[in-house]
Protein backbone atom coordinates (compact mmCIF):
# COMPACT_ATOMS: atom_id res chain seq x y z
CA UNK A 1 0.00 0.00 0.00
CA UNK A 2 1.31 3.68 -0.63
CA UNK A 3 0.96 6.36 1.18
CA UNK A 4 -1.74 9.24 0.16
CA UNK A 5 0.76 11.96 0.50
CA UNK A 6 1.44 14.77 -2.37
CA UNK A 7 3.85 14.00 -5.27
CA UNK A 8 5.52 17.26 -5.04
CA UNK A 9 9.14 16.71 -6.75
CA UNK A 10 12.66 17.97 -4.79
CA UNK A 11 13.76 20.38 -7.43
CA UNK A 12 15.85 23.39 -6.16
CA UNK A 13 13.75 25.54 -8.33
CA UNK A 14 11.35 25.67 -5.35
CA UNK A 15 14.24 26.79 -3.12
CA UNK A 16 14.41 29.92 -4.96
CA UNK A 17 10.69 30.19 -5.55
CA UNK A 18 10.27 29.83 -1.72
CA UNK A 19 12.85 32.71 -0.92
CA UNK A 20 11.30 35.19 -3.62
CA UNK A 21 7.53 34.59 -2.55
CA UNK A 22 8.22 34.57 1.22
CA UNK A 23 11.58 36.33 1.91
CA UNK A 24 11.22 38.84 -1.40
CA UNK A 25 12.76 41.85 0.35
CA UNK A 26 15.73 40.09 1.71
CA UNK A 27 19.17 40.94 0.50
CA UNK A 28 22.07 39.50 -1.04
CA UNK A 29 24.52 41.52 -1.17
CA UNK A 30 27.75 41.66 -3.40
CA UNK A 31 31.57 42.90 -3.99
CA UNK A 32 31.15 43.32 -7.74
CA UNK A 33 33.77 42.11 -10.36
CA UNK A 34 33.26 45.69 -11.40
CA UNK A 35 34.26 47.29 -8.28
CA UNK A 36 31.15 49.06 -6.36
CA UNK A 37 28.91 46.53 -3.66
CA UNK A 38 25.58 46.02 -4.72
CA UNK A 39 22.59 45.05 -3.89
CA UNK A 40 19.83 42.85 -4.87
CA UNK A 41 16.34 40.96 -3.59
CA UNK A 42 15.38 37.41 -3.63
CA UNK A 43 12.74 38.62 -5.55
CA UNK A 44 14.64 40.39 -8.14
CA UNK A 45 17.25 37.83 -8.30
CA UNK A 46 14.16 35.18 -8.71
CA UNK A 47 13.34 37.54 -11.84
CA UNK A 48 17.02 37.49 -12.74
CA UNK A 49 17.40 34.14 -12.84
CA UNK A 50 14.21 33.35 -15.11
CA UNK A 51 15.08 35.81 -17.77
CA UNK A 52 18.81 33.84 -17.68
CA UNK A 53 16.69 30.79 -18.59
CA UNK A 54 14.42 32.50 -21.67
CA UNK A 55 17.85 33.46 -22.74
CA UNK A 56 19.82 30.06 -22.50
CA UNK A 57 16.50 28.11 -24.32
CA UNK A 58 17.32 30.89 -26.88
CA UNK A 59 20.66 29.46 -27.31
CA UNK A 60 19.10 26.22 -27.47
CA UNK A 61 19.84 24.35 -23.91
CA UNK A 62 17.40 21.73 -23.28
CA UNK A 63 17.48 19.52 -20.00
CA UNK A 64 20.45 17.41 -19.00
CA UNK A 65 22.42 19.84 -20.97
CA UNK A 66 25.96 21.56 -19.58
CA UNK A 67 26.20 24.76 -18.98
CA UNK A 68 29.70 26.00 -17.40
CA UNK A 69 30.05 28.66 -14.88
CA UNK A 70 33.14 29.99 -13.96
CA UNK A 71 33.21 32.83 -11.63
CA UNK A 72 33.96 34.36 -7.82
CA UNK A 73 30.58 34.70 -5.34
CA UNK A 74 28.00 36.62 -6.48
CA UNK A 75 24.44 37.41 -6.62
CA UNK A 76 24.71 37.04 -10.89
CA UNK A 77 26.23 34.07 -10.03
CA UNK A 78 23.19 32.70 -8.22
CA UNK A 79 20.98 33.60 -10.65
CA UNK A 80 22.58 31.74 -13.34
CA UNK A 81 23.00 29.30 -11.07
CA UNK A 82 19.61 28.85 -10.71
CA UNK A 83 18.79 29.82 -14.85
CA UNK A 84 20.07 26.87 -15.42
CA UNK A 85 19.32 24.39 -12.94
CA UNK A 86 15.49 25.30 -13.44
CA UNK A 87 14.94 24.41 -16.95
CA UNK A 88 16.94 20.80 -15.76
CA UNK A 89 19.90 21.75 -17.49
CA UNK A 90 22.96 20.84 -15.56
CA UNK A 91 25.03 23.76 -13.74
CA UNK A 92 28.91 22.92 -14.35
CA UNK A 93 30.77 24.96 -11.81
CA UNK A 94 34.17 25.51 -13.01
CA UNK A 95 37.36 26.03 -10.10
CA UNK A 96 39.19 29.28 -11.99
CA UNK A 97 42.26 28.22 -9.57
CA UNK A 98 42.77 25.68 -12.12
CA UNK A 99 45.36 25.61 -14.70
CA UNK A 100 44.00 26.45 -18.27
CA UNK A 101 44.97 23.13 -19.78
CA UNK A 102 43.30 21.02 -16.88
CA UNK A 103 40.10 23.18 -16.91
CA UNK A 104 39.79 22.59 -20.50
CA UNK A 105 40.17 19.01 -20.27
CA UNK A 106 37.11 19.16 -17.83
CA UNK A 107 34.91 21.47 -19.73
CA UNK A 108 35.48 18.98 -22.68
CA UNK A 109 34.77 16.15 -20.33
CA UNK A 110 31.72 17.40 -19.24
CA UNK A 111 30.51 18.62 -22.85
CA UNK A 112 30.06 22.26 -21.41
CA UNK A 113 27.76 24.03 -24.42
CA UNK A 114 27.65 27.43 -22.93
CA UNK A 115 30.01 29.29 -20.02
CA UNK A 116 29.31 31.99 -18.34
CA UNK A 117 32.64 33.78 -16.61
CA UNK A 118 33.68 36.50 -14.84
CA UNK A 119 35.79 39.11 -16.48
CA UNK A 120 38.64 38.94 -14.38
CA UNK A 121 38.42 35.52 -16.47
CA UNK A 122 37.97 36.55 -19.67
CA UNK A 123 41.74 36.62 -21.19
CA UNK A 124 43.12 33.32 -19.63
CA UNK A 125 39.67 31.45 -20.78
CA UNK A 126 39.66 32.99 -24.14
CA UNK A 127 43.25 32.34 -24.55
CA UNK A 128 42.65 28.81 -23.51
CA UNK A 129 39.73 28.13 -25.39
CA UNK A 130 41.04 29.65 -28.98
CA UNK A 131 43.82 26.53 -28.64
CA UNK A 132 42.09 23.84 -27.70
CA UNK A 133 39.56 21.85 -28.86
CA UNK A 134 35.90 22.23 -26.78
CA UNK A 135 32.22 21.81 -26.89
CA UNK A 136 31.64 25.38 -26.27
CA UNK A 137 29.72 27.06 -28.18
CA UNK A 138 28.83 30.32 -26.88
CA UNK A 139 31.04 32.69 -23.90
CA UNK A 140 28.74 35.07 -22.31
CA UNK A 141 30.53 37.60 -19.64
CA UNK A 142 29.04 38.74 -16.36
CA UNK A 143 28.79 42.17 -16.95
CA UNK A 144 27.86 44.74 -19.45
CA UNK A 145 28.72 46.20 -22.65
CA UNK A 146 30.36 48.85 -21.24
CA UNK A 147 32.89 46.27 -19.43
CA UNK A 148 33.62 44.32 -22.65
CA UNK A 149 37.38 42.98 -22.11
CA UNK A 150 39.63 44.21 -25.48
CA UNK A 151 40.15 40.53 -25.94
CA UNK A 152 36.59 39.29 -25.64
CA UNK A 153 35.14 39.79 -30.08
CA UNK A 154 31.76 40.33 -30.99
CA UNK A 155 30.40 36.37 -30.74
CA UNK A 156 31.26 36.80 -26.61
CA UNK A 157 28.05 37.70 -25.17
CA UNK A 158 28.05 40.55 -22.41
CA UNK A 159 25.73 39.38 -19.58
CA UNK A 160 23.42 42.33 -19.20
CA UNK A 161 23.21 43.21 -22.30
CA UNK A 162 22.21 39.88 -23.27
CA UNK A 163 19.77 39.78 -20.20
CA UNK A 164 17.72 42.71 -21.08
CA UNK A 165 14.29 42.82 -22.28
CA UNK A 166 13.71 39.31 -21.59
CA UNK A 167 10.50 38.21 -19.46
CA UNK A 168 11.02 37.74 -15.66
CA UNK A 169 8.20 35.43 -14.90
CA UNK A 170 7.06 31.85 -17.11
CA UNK A 171 4.03 34.21 -18.61
CA UNK A 172 3.30 33.50 -22.39
CA UNK A 173 4.23 30.39 -23.43
CA UNK A 174 7.46 31.10 -22.04
CA UNK A 175 9.39 27.99 -20.16
CA UNK A 176 8.41 27.01 -17.09
CA UNK A 177 10.90 26.07 -14.16
CA UNK A 178 10.47 22.52 -12.64
CA UNK A 179 8.79 19.70 -14.25
CA UNK A 180 10.78 17.29 -13.98
CA UNK A 181 11.51 14.46 -11.78
CA UNK A 182 13.59 15.34 -8.84
CA UNK A 183 16.14 12.75 -9.77
CA UNK A 184 17.14 14.82 -12.81
CA UNK A 185 20.77 15.97 -13.08
CA UNK A 186 21.21 19.62 -11.64
CA UNK A 187 24.97 20.16 -11.08
CA UNK A 188 28.13 18.90 -11.63
CA UNK A 189 31.64 19.55 -9.69
CA UNK A 190 34.92 18.29 -10.66
CA UNK A 191 37.22 16.82 -7.44
CA UNK A 192 40.92 18.81 -7.27
CA UNK A 193 41.86 15.59 -8.90
CA UNK A 194 44.86 15.04 -6.92
CA UNK A 195 45.54 11.83 -7.96
CA UNK A 196 44.83 11.53 -11.46
CA UNK A 197 42.33 12.81 -13.46
CA UNK A 198 39.46 15.30 -12.13
CA UNK A 199 36.55 13.08 -10.99
CA UNK A 200 33.01 14.53 -12.21
CA UNK A 201 30.03 14.38 -9.37
CA UNK A 202 26.83 14.76 -10.60
CA UNK A 203 24.34 16.22 -8.43
CA UNK A 204 20.79 15.62 -8.58
CA UNK A 205 17.81 18.17 -7.71
CA UNK A 206 16.65 15.59 -5.08
CA UNK A 207 20.11 14.87 -3.21
CA UNK A 208 20.83 19.06 -3.27
CA UNK A 209 17.43 19.29 -2.08
CA UNK A 210 17.33 16.18 1.02
CA UNK A 211 21.09 18.30 1.70
CA UNK A 212 19.95 21.75 1.89
CA UNK A 213 17.68 19.95 4.85
CA UNK A 214 20.33 18.37 6.14
CA UNK A 215 22.74 21.18 6.79
CA UNK A 216 19.68 23.39 8.34
CA UNK A 217 19.90 20.66 11.55
CA UNK A 218 20.94 22.94 14.25
CA UNK A 219 23.55 20.95 15.27
CA UNK A 220 24.89 21.30 11.40
CA UNK A 221 24.74 24.57 10.46
CA UNK A 222 21.58 25.71 11.88
CA UNK A 223 20.83 28.37 9.71
CA UNK A 224 17.66 30.65 10.16
CA UNK A 225 15.67 33.78 8.62
CA UNK A 226 17.78 35.64 10.96
CA UNK A 227 21.24 35.26 10.13
CA UNK A 228 23.21 36.92 7.63
CA UNK A 229 25.96 34.77 5.55
CA UNK A 230 29.12 35.31 4.33
CA UNK A 231 29.82 32.31 2.21
CA UNK A 232 33.73 32.54 1.52
CA UNK A 233 33.39 29.35 0.65
CA UNK A 234 33.28 29.49 -3.15
CA UNK A 235 30.40 28.53 -5.26
CA UNK A 236 32.71 26.06 -6.99
CA UNK A 237 33.69 24.37 -4.30
CA UNK A 238 30.90 22.28 -3.72
CA UNK A 239 28.26 24.27 -3.62
CA UNK A 240 29.45 26.68 -1.24
CA UNK A 241 29.08 23.73 0.90
CA UNK A 242 25.35 24.18 0.56
CA UNK A 243 25.06 27.31 1.29
CA UNK A 244 24.22 28.64 -2.01
CA UNK A 245 20.89 26.43 -1.42
CA UNK A 246 20.37 26.98 2.22
CA UNK A 247 20.27 30.32 2.47
CA UNK A 248 17.40 31.43 0.47
CA UNK A 249 16.03 28.12 1.58
CA UNK A 250 15.22 29.99 4.84
CA UNK A 251 15.62 33.63 3.65
CA UNK A 252 18.99 34.76 5.75
CA UNK A 253 20.51 37.96 3.93
CA UNK A 254 23.43 36.80 1.95
CA UNK A 255 26.81 38.59 1.51
CA UNK A 256 29.04 37.59 -1.37
CA UNK A 257 32.21 38.39 -1.18
CA UNK A 258 33.57 38.27 -5.14
CA UNK A 259 37.47 37.84 -5.71
CA UNK A 260 38.67 39.67 -2.46
CA UNK A 261 39.15 36.91 0.01
CA UNK A 262 42.01 38.24 2.37
CA UNK A 263 41.84 39.38 5.70
CA UNK A 264 40.95 42.94 5.54
CA UNK A 265 38.33 42.35 2.78
CA UNK A 266 36.57 39.78 4.98
CA UNK A 267 36.95 41.83 7.98
CA UNK A 268 35.40 44.85 6.03
CA UNK A 269 32.16 42.59 5.00
CA UNK A 270 31.78 40.70 8.11
CA UNK A 271 31.16 44.37 10.24
CA UNK A 272 29.79 46.89 7.46
CA UNK A 273 27.05 43.58 7.17
CA UNK A 274 26.22 42.55 10.21
CA UNK A 275 27.29 39.04 8.98
CA UNK A 276 26.44 36.44 11.80
CA UNK A 277 27.87 33.22 10.20
CA UNK A 278 30.17 32.11 7.80
CA UNK A 279 32.12 29.43 6.18
CA UNK A 280 35.42 29.10 5.03
CA UNK A 281 38.72 26.35 4.47
CA UNK A 282 41.39 26.81 7.80
CA UNK A 283 43.82 29.18 5.13
CA UNK A 284 41.20 32.42 5.02
CA UNK A 285 40.92 32.65 8.77
CA UNK A 286 44.52 32.43 9.58
CA UNK A 287 44.46 35.57 6.97
CA UNK A 288 41.20 37.44 9.00
CA UNK A 289 43.03 36.46 12.67
CA UNK A 290 46.62 37.89 11.32
CA UNK A 291 44.37 41.30 10.09
CA UNK A 292 42.52 41.85 13.38
CA UNK A 293 46.33 41.05 15.39
CA UNK A 294 47.47 43.85 13.15
CA UNK A 295 45.32 46.24 13.18
CA UNK A 296 43.31 45.59 16.72
CA UNK A 297 40.08 45.63 14.73
CA UNK A 298 37.13 43.68 16.38
CA UNK A 299 34.14 41.30 15.20
CA UNK A 300 30.79 42.62 16.86
CA UNK A 301 28.18 40.53 15.10
CA UNK A 302 29.65 37.29 14.27
CA UNK A 303 28.39 34.41 16.09
CA UNK A 304 29.42 31.22 14.94
CA UNK A 305 31.96 29.76 11.76
CA UNK A 306 32.23 26.92 9.66
CA UNK A 307 35.45 25.56 9.26
CA UNK A 308 36.14 22.48 6.82
CA UNK A 309 37.77 20.88 3.93
CA UNK A 310 41.42 20.36 6.33
CA UNK A 311 41.76 19.91 9.51
CA UNK A 312 41.20 23.11 11.47
CA UNK A 313 44.18 23.95 13.89
CA UNK A 314 43.68 24.34 17.65
CA UNK A 315 44.84 27.73 17.56
CA UNK A 316 41.26 28.95 15.30
CA UNK A 317 38.88 27.04 17.91
CA UNK A 318 40.71 28.84 20.32
CA UNK A 319 41.30 32.21 19.57
CA UNK A 320 38.01 32.71 18.18
CA UNK A 321 36.22 31.55 21.38
CA UNK A 322 38.83 33.43 23.64
CA UNK A 323 39.31 36.69 21.57
CA UNK A 324 35.96 37.37 20.06
CA UNK A 325 33.18 34.90 21.23
CA UNK A 326 32.71 33.24 18.46
CA UNK A 327 31.74 29.70 18.19
CA UNK A 328 33.58 27.54 15.61
CA UNK A 329 32.53 24.32 14.38
CA UNK A 330 34.46 22.08 12.95
CA UNK A 331 33.61 20.22 9.58
CA UNK A 332 34.17 17.26 7.53
CA UNK A 333 32.81 16.56 4.09
CA UNK A 334 33.69 16.40 0.76
CA UNK A 335 32.43 16.98 -3.17
CA UNK A 336 31.19 13.62 -3.20
CA UNK A 337 29.12 14.08 0.01
CA UNK A 338 27.51 17.10 -1.77
CA UNK A 339 29.48 18.17 0.45
CA UNK A 340 28.77 18.08 4.26
CA UNK A 341 29.50 14.78 5.96
CA UNK A 342 30.18 15.46 9.87
CA UNK A 343 29.97 18.74 11.85
CA UNK A 344 31.76 19.15 15.29
CA UNK A 345 28.22 20.40 17.92
CA UNK A 346 29.02 19.76 20.97
CA UNK A 347 26.37 16.91 22.53
CA UNK A 348 25.09 17.01 26.13
CA UNK A 349 28.12 15.80 27.95
CA UNK A 350 30.29 18.30 25.76
CA UNK A 351 28.12 21.41 26.35
CA UNK A 352 28.78 20.97 29.92
CA UNK A 353 32.23 21.04 30.23
CA UNK A 354 34.14 24.80 30.06
CA UNK A 355 35.28 26.18 26.71
CA UNK A 356 38.75 25.01 27.59
CA UNK A 357 37.86 21.50 28.01
CA UNK A 358 35.72 21.02 25.04
CA UNK A 359 38.41 21.69 22.39
CA UNK A 360 39.76 18.11 22.00
CA UNK A 361 36.40 17.38 22.13
CA UNK A 362 35.80 20.18 18.98
CA UNK A 363 39.11 19.40 17.53
CA UNK A 364 37.59 16.52 16.35
CA UNK A 365 35.43 16.47 12.78
CA UNK A 366 31.96 15.75 14.90
CA UNK A 367 28.64 13.89 14.04
CA UNK A 368 26.94 12.94 11.28
CA UNK A 369 23.39 14.49 10.62
CA UNK A 370 20.15 11.90 9.94
CA UNK A 371 20.98 11.06 6.44
CA UNK A 372 25.08 10.50 6.66
CA UNK A 373 25.97 6.69 7.64
CA UNK A 374 29.62 6.19 8.63
CA UNK A 375 31.56 2.56 8.95
CA UNK A 376 35.36 2.25 9.45
CA UNK A 377 36.68 -0.77 7.37
CA UNK A 378 40.54 -2.02 7.45
CA UNK A 379 42.69 -3.02 4.32
CA UNK A 380 40.69 -6.00 3.91
CA UNK A 381 37.13 -4.54 3.92
CA UNK A 382 36.28 -5.67 7.45
CA UNK A 383 34.66 -3.40 10.55
CA UNK A 384 37.15 -1.91 12.83
CA UNK A 385 36.04 -0.65 16.25
CA UNK A 386 34.53 2.54 17.04
CA UNK A 387 36.24 3.05 19.95
CA UNK A 388 37.82 6.25 19.41
CA UNK A 389 41.42 4.53 19.00
CA UNK A 390 41.63 2.19 16.31
CA UNK A 391 41.48 3.94 12.66
CA UNK A 392 40.13 2.48 9.55
CA UNK A 393 39.39 3.84 5.94
CA UNK A 394 36.38 5.94 6.21
CA UNK A 395 33.34 4.41 4.31
CA UNK A 396 29.94 6.99 4.15
CA UNK A 397 26.57 6.12 2.83
CA UNK A 398 23.37 8.34 2.43
CA UNK A 399 21.14 9.85 -0.43
CA UNK A 400 23.45 12.99 -0.74
CA UNK A 401 26.73 10.50 -1.29
CA UNK A 402 27.31 10.13 -4.80
CA UNK A 403 27.49 6.39 -6.58
CA UNK A 404 29.23 7.10 -9.28
CA UNK A 405 31.08 9.97 -11.48
CA UNK A 406 29.89 11.51 -14.63
CA UNK A 407 30.99 10.23 -17.99
CA UNK A 408 33.03 7.22 -16.28
CA UNK A 409 32.86 3.55 -15.97
CA UNK A 410 33.59 1.84 -12.47
CA UNK A 411 32.07 1.18 -9.50
CA UNK A 412 32.96 3.21 -6.60
CA UNK A 413 30.87 1.67 -3.84
CA UNK A 414 31.24 -2.05 -1.34
CA UNK A 415 29.26 -4.64 -1.05
CA UNK A 416 26.39 -2.46 0.87
CA UNK A 417 26.42 0.32 -1.03
CA UNK A 418 29.75 2.50 1.04
CA UNK A 419 31.48 5.15 -0.50
CA UNK A 420 35.15 5.10 0.08
CA UNK A 421 36.54 8.46 1.13
CA UNK A 422 40.21 7.92 1.43
CA UNK A 423 40.52 9.49 4.56
CA UNK A 424 41.77 7.65 7.32
CA UNK A 425 39.54 8.16 10.48
CA UNK A 426 38.57 6.64 14.44
CA UNK A 427 35.04 6.83 15.69
CA UNK A 428 34.78 7.18 19.30
CA UNK A 429 31.56 5.46 20.98
CA UNK A 430 29.25 8.41 21.71
CA UNK A 431 29.52 8.35 17.42
CA UNK A 432 32.27 11.44 17.32
CA UNK A 433 34.83 10.98 13.97
CA UNK A 434 38.58 12.01 13.95
CA UNK A 435 40.28 12.17 10.68
CA UNK A 436 43.84 11.46 10.97
CA UNK A 437 45.18 11.49 7.68
CA UNK A 438 44.33 11.77 3.78
CA UNK A 439 45.07 7.32 3.04
CA UNK A 440 47.18 9.11 0.68
CA UNK A 441 49.06 11.77 2.84
CA UNK A 442 49.83 9.34 5.84
CA UNK A 443 53.22 9.22 6.68
CA UNK A 444 54.16 5.19 7.43
CA UNK A 445 57.90 5.09 9.26
CA UNK A 446 58.37 1.64 10.33
CA UNK A 447 55.39 0.02 9.71
CA UNK A 448 53.75 2.43 11.97
CA UNK A 449 51.36 5.44 11.02
CA UNK A 450 52.24 9.26 12.10
CA UNK A 451 49.56 11.46 12.11
CA UNK A 452 50.28 14.56 9.98
CA UNK A 453 47.40 16.48 10.99
CA UNK A 454 48.19 15.84 14.48
CA UNK A 455 51.68 17.61 13.95
CA UNK A 456 50.41 20.40 12.32
CA UNK A 457 47.63 21.34 14.67
CA UNK A 458 50.92 21.30 17.50
CA UNK A 459 52.77 23.18 14.77
CA UNK A 460 50.10 26.14 14.46
CA UNK A 461 50.19 26.60 17.88
CA UNK A 462 53.94 28.13 18.00
CA UNK A 463 53.20 32.00 17.94
CA UNK A 464 55.02 32.87 15.38
CA UNK A 465 53.72 30.12 13.04
CA UNK A 466 51.28 31.17 10.43
CA UNK A 467 50.95 27.51 8.93
CA UNK A 468 52.67 24.51 8.93
CA UNK A 469 52.31 21.13 6.73
CA UNK A 470 53.71 17.59 7.58
CA UNK A 471 54.76 15.69 5.01
CA UNK A 472 56.08 11.87 4.46
CA UNK A 473 59.59 11.68 3.00
CA UNK A 474 61.36 8.21 1.78
CA UNK A 475 63.94 7.34 4.41
CA UNK A 476 66.21 4.71 3.68
CA UNK A 477 66.24 2.92 7.36
CA UNK A 478 62.34 3.48 8.15
CA UNK A 479 60.58 4.05 4.71
CA UNK A 480 59.74 7.32 5.22
CA UNK A 481 59.82 10.04 7.74
CA UNK A 482 57.99 13.05 8.29
CA UNK A 483 59.60 16.80 7.36
CA UNK A 484 57.64 20.06 8.62
CA UNK A 485 57.47 22.71 6.44
CA UNK A 486 56.60 26.08 8.20
CA UNK A 487 55.39 29.53 6.68
CA UNK A 488 56.48 32.12 9.53
CA UNK A 489 53.77 35.22 10.51
CA UNK A 490 55.35 38.37 9.58
CA UNK A 491 58.47 39.21 11.23
CA UNK A 492 58.50 36.37 13.33
CA UNK A 493 61.71 34.25 13.55
CA UNK A 494 62.00 30.70 14.89
CA UNK A 495 64.74 27.93 13.79
CA UNK A 496 64.43 24.07 13.05
CA UNK A 497 65.38 23.56 17.04
CA UNK A 498 62.80 26.23 18.67
CA UNK A 499 60.16 24.30 16.35
CA UNK A 500 61.43 20.70 17.26
CA UNK A 501 61.11 22.05 20.96
CA UNK A 502 57.70 23.21 20.54
CA UNK A 503 56.71 19.69 19.91
CA UNK A 504 58.91 17.79 22.21
CA UNK A 505 56.17 16.09 24.74
CA UNK A 506 53.51 16.67 22.86
CA UNK A 507 54.16 14.20 20.36
CA UNK A 508 55.16 10.47 20.46
CA UNK A 509 59.47 10.64 20.30
CA UNK A 510 58.85 9.24 17.09
CA UNK A 511 56.62 11.00 15.26
CA UNK A 512 59.54 14.36 15.29
CA UNK A 513 60.10 15.46 12.21
CA UNK A 514 63.29 14.61 11.16
CA UNK A 515 63.79 18.49 9.64
CA UNK A 516 62.18 21.63 9.53
CA UNK A 517 62.16 23.44 6.60
CA UNK A 518 60.79 27.31 6.30
CA UNK A 519 58.93 28.61 3.36
CA UNK A 520 57.88 31.82 2.16
CA UNK A 521 54.84 30.66 1.58
CA UNK A 522 53.17 27.33 1.80
CA UNK A 523 51.65 26.34 -1.79
CA UNK A 524 48.04 25.83 -1.54
CA UNK A 525 45.98 23.87 -4.45
CA UNK A 526 43.07 24.74 -6.27
CA UNK A 527 40.43 24.76 -3.16
CA UNK A 528 42.96 26.32 -1.13
CA UNK A 529 43.85 22.75 0.65
CA UNK A 530 47.80 22.80 1.42
CA UNK A 531 49.54 21.29 -1.99
CA UNK A 532 50.87 18.07 -0.13
CA UNK A 533 51.60 16.50 -3.32
CA UNK A 534 53.82 19.08 -4.77
CA UNK A 535 55.61 19.18 -1.21
CA UNK A 536 56.21 15.79 -1.25
CA UNK A 537 57.75 16.00 -4.87
CA UNK A 538 59.91 19.02 -3.81
CA UNK A 539 61.79 17.61 -1.06
CA UNK A 540 61.10 13.68 -2.31
CA UNK A 541 65.20 13.16 -1.62
CA UNK A 542 65.51 15.33 1.25
CA UNK A 543 66.75 12.56 3.71
CA UNK A 544 67.94 10.30 1.01
CA UNK A 545 71.35 11.02 1.97
CA UNK A 546 70.54 10.24 5.65
CA UNK A 547 72.94 8.11 7.33
CA UNK A 548 71.12 4.74 7.97
CA UNK A 549 71.94 5.15 12.10
CA UNK A 550 70.80 8.62 11.95
CA UNK A 551 66.52 8.52 12.55
CA UNK A 552 64.35 6.90 14.80
P1 LIG B 1 37.15 18.15 -1.51
O1 LIG B 1 36.34 17.16 -2.22
O2 LIG B 1 38.08 18.92 -2.38
O3 LIG B 1 36.32 19.05 -0.66
O4 LIG B 1 38.12 17.35 -0.53
C1 LIG B 1 37.61 16.45 0.41
C2 LIG B 1 38.70 16.01 1.36
O5 LIG B 1 39.15 17.11 2.15
C3 LIG B 1 38.25 14.99 2.36
O6 LIG B 1 38.20 13.69 1.82
C4 LIG B 1 39.31 15.14 3.44
O7 LIG B 1 40.51 14.47 3.09
C5 LIG B 1 39.58 16.63 3.42
N1 LIG B 1 38.84 17.28 4.50
C6 LIG B 1 37.67 17.93 4.41
N2 LIG B 1 37.32 18.42 5.61
C7 LIG B 1 38.28 18.06 6.49
C8 LIG B 1 38.50 18.27 7.88
N3 LIG B 1 37.66 18.98 8.63
N4 LIG B 1 39.60 17.73 8.44
C9 LIG B 1 40.48 17.02 7.71
N5 LIG B 1 40.35 16.81 6.39
C10 LIG B 1 39.25 17.32 5.78
Known amino acids: MLGLMQDWPLTVDRILDHAAHRHGTREIVSRSVEGPVVRTTYAELHGRAKQVSHGLREL ?6 RVATLAWNSARHMEVWYGIMGIGAVCHTLNPR ?84 EETACGLCYTSGTTGDPKGVLYSHRSNFLHTFLILQADIMGLSAADVILPIVPMFHANAWGVAFAAPAVGAKMVMPGSRLDGASVHELLETEGVTFSAAVPTVWQGLLQHLDATGGKLTTLKRVVIGGSACPEVLLRRFWDDYGVEVRHAWGMTETSPVGT ?19 RMKQGRPPLGIELKLVDDGGAEVAEDGVSVGRLMVRGPTVARGYFARDGEVLD ?66 RPLLLVQLKPGATADGKAMQDHLSGRIAKWWMPDDVV ?25 YAATELSAAG
Open 98 to 181: LHPDQLCWIIQNAGDQVILADIGFAPMLLAALATRETPVERLILLSDEAHRPPQAGPDVLMYEDWLAGRPATDAAGAPAWGRFG
Open 60 to 65: GIARGD
Open 343 to 361: MGAPDARAAALPFAEQLPW
Open 415 to 480: ADGFFDTGDIASIDPHGVMQITDRAKDVIKSGGEWISSIEIENIATSHPGVAMAAVVGVAHPKWDE
Open 518 to 542: FLDEIPLGATGKVDKKALRAKFAER
